[in-house]
């Protein structure tokens, strides 16, 4: 590359730093993330072995949290073993400071990933501009972004799993491809989808025309390699996920936690989290990367090169890396569609493959562009505007990390606004607010729960009465039980009505309170709502909607994980009726 492509790659490293450095601490350390305050804790409450053989020592080992009372724990272990070598190395080995050091590591993490996405895109086209292009669009998209601000170990899978993909498309069967995979499963099981890829990749290298004996030439070559990469992977599953493992089997505990992980998905689930993925369309994971996750511009260019791939494949057939990398994303929608769980996060290790497709549709359409429209003006405006249309979403994303999050916002409001002794009600399954803000902390109140997520019965309506009875005041802090709920109206109709009498004022209580905190770009000051179609998870309180100033885009009935984290919307109800429990009873029944 020459020096210019140097400085371009450097500006968009940059960038990738930016975009997903900027507001790492945006919950003000009140842990708000529920996975990554699970693994705070563990992370916090674990001590690293002093020598080889108590690290493997699965029974006794003082890292492996089932023998610190975690005794559910399906993660990897290595993301947060690395993760508390940090926080020591840096003093902050605490529950506060450990979560920070996370959030840290995942950002470089995925900086690395922008990296091979760069080499891939590179090496497919053998252009650097293309390269170049498919970096800045991974670096742009909004989910890889959003996640990076997250202690978890998805970043992990990303970026080995891409790692492995660089190398499985260039026919590199080794050793180090071999601890790519087996970094990948270390750090989430799950990642043994890439396995497939892999065998599809090396009988796509293999010598088949080859007039030479098996055991010979490149045959022998290819032999050799695959067996080195099925061994790094295993020795690396081994020394990287230690408590996979009691001696030479399949550590026990761990499959039970794996069984009772499967026990929660299916439509007849009670499980609070799981109720939302009732109902939810195999089609629901691309319309929430389409719109959300990867944006319009970097889908459509990158749904254009995957159709100009296959097209070329179909007119000429022939096997090419551009077909052995597609393979990734087809098989993780494939399978993971169809599955009952579809969070956003668990098609991420989609999102590098994407956009190098985009950033090689995007080369051949400047490369177009510059061929036909000679006036260099005009070339100069569609440029710009091809720029705006990619970057719009982004920046209008990153907006909520330069803001106070919603639950803090309101936390803080409740200390300002509601008198000291007030009862407070709040959901079960959700962050009860408020929580502790500077020398604030919830003991000023007294604080109930509403047992939302309950079956419909004579005993939940009790319980509701008596909830609406005694508290001043009710927050709900997030979308997630008359999200969840709203789809199950047959198997929750009590809860619904609820929810609908509620927001429409109709059982004495007034919102008092509205917490926002959409993607925005403060263009003027006036305010402008742009509503998604297509989303309606937790659509019930639309009728409660507000706009502020500048442009808005409305992502409050997305996905449920996209939103309830870091910009949840957050509704204060003040009981103004006090209305008797007969009264509220005959209302839920209208």
Not at 380 to 389: K, L, N, P, T
Request: proline fraction near 6%.
């Amino acid at each position: 590359m020459t020096t210019k492509y140097y400085l371009v790659f450097l500006l968009i490293l940059t960038c990738a730093a930016l975009t997903r450095a900027i507001g790492l601490n945006w919950d003000a350390g009140s842990h708000l993330h529920p996975d990554e305050r699970f693994l705070t804790m563990v992370a916090s409450t674990i001590t690293l072995p002093g020598n080889i053989s108590g690290y493997f020592d699965t029974g006794s080992s003082p890292a492996n949290p089932h023998n610190r009372n975690f005794s559910f724990y399906v993660y990897g272990t290595y993301p947060m073993f690395l993760t508390k070598l940090a926080a020591r190395f840096m003093q902050k080995d605490t529950y506060d400071g450990i979560v920070l050091v996370g959030r840290g590591i995942s950002v470089l993490t995925d900086i690395l990933t922008v990296f091979i996405v760069f080499c891939i895109g590179t090496y497919l086209t053998k252009r650097p501009g293309a390269g170049l292009l498919s970096a800045l669009c991974y670096t742009l998209a909004v989910l890889p972004i959003q996640l990076s601000h997250f202690f978890t170990v998805d970043p992990f899978v990303t970026l080995f799993i891409t790692i492995a993909l660089w190398r499985i498309i260039r026919g590199q069967f080794d050793i180090i491809t071999g601890i790519a995979i087996g970094l990948a499963v270390s750090a989430k099981i799950s990642a043994v989808l890439i396995l497939p890829v892999a065998a599809c990749g090396f009988i796509a290298v293999w010598p088949f025309r080859s007039h030479t004996p098996i055991i010979t030439g490149k045959r022998k070559h290819l032999l050799i390699g695959g067996l080195l990469t099925a061994v790094g992977a295993i020795a690396t599953i081994r020394v990287a996920y230690p408590y996979l493992f009691t001696g030479f089997r399949i550590n026990p505990l761990i499959l039970n936690n794996w069984k009772q992980l499967a026990s929660f998905d299916g439509p007849t689930t009670s499980f609070p989290p799981g109720l939302q993925w009732i109902h939810v369309s195999p089609w629901q994971p691309v319309l929430d990367m389409t719109v959300f996750g990867l944006g319009l511009p970097l889908t459509i260019l990158a749904g254009i090169s995957i159709i100009r791939h296959i097209w070329s494949m179909w007119k000429k057939p022939r096997w090419n890396p551009a077909i052995t990398l597609l393979l990734w994303p087809v098989l993780l929608f494939g399978y993971q569609s169809f599955q009952f769980g579809k969070a956003m996060r668990y098609f991420w290790a989609a999102y590098p493959v994407l956009a190098v497709f985009a950033g090689m549709e995007a080369y051949q359409l400047i490369r177009l562009i510059s061929a036909k429209i000679r006036p260099l003006p005009l070339r100069v405006w569609i440029y710009a505007g091809m720029v705006i249309m990619v970057l719009v979403w982004p920046l209008s994303f990153m907006s909520i990390y330069t803001r106070p999050n919603t639950r803090v916002a309101a936390s803080t409001w409740i200390y300002t606004h509601i008198p000291a002794k007030s009862t407070i009600a709040w959901e079960h399954w959700d962050d009860p607010l408020p929580f502790a803000v500077g020398t604030f902390t919830p003991s000023a109140y007294t604080q109930i729960q509403m047992t939302s997520f309950d079956p419909d019965d004579a005993e939940k309506i009790r319980k509701i009465q008596n909830t609406l009875v005694s508290a001043d005041y009710l927050v709900l802090s997030s979308n997630r039980a008359y999200g969840a709920l709203g789809r199950l109206k047959t198997r929750f109709p009590v809860t619904n009505r609820f929810y609908q009498k509620l927001f429409s004022g109709k059982l004495g209580y007034k919102l008092i309170a509205q917490f926002t905190s959409r993607p925005m770009l403060p263009l003027f000051s006036g305010s402008l709502c742009i509503h998604v179609p297509g989303f309606s998870y937790g659509a019930a309180s639309r009728t409660l909607g507000q706009c502020a100033s500048g442009i808005q885009i409305v992502d409050d009935y997305a996905e449920e994980t996209f939103t309830v984290y870091d910009h949840p919307k957050v509704l204060i109800f003040q009981n103004v009726q006090h209305l008797p429990e007969l009264e509220i009873l005959s209302r839920l029944h209208e």
